[in-house]
């Protein structure tokens, strides 16, 4: 696996960090073309 096609995974948990790493993860999921993915526990 290379970083190009790696997954990216983000915790959320409702905080103001969390939010901007949601942010950030989405941003960098879309530069790098990848398909949307959730796991809600």
């Known amino acids: 696996m ?3 096609n790696a ?3 983000v915790g959320v948990d409702g ?3 969390s939010d901007q790493a949601l ?3 989405t941003h960098e999921a879309t530069l790098r073309n ?3 993915a959730s796991d809600e526990t």
């Open 2 to 4: 290379t970083t190009e």
């Open 15 to 17: 905080t103001p960090a």
């Open 34 to 36: 990848c398909p949307p």
């Open 23 to 25: 942010r950030w993860a």
């Open 7 to 9: 997954p990216i995974v």
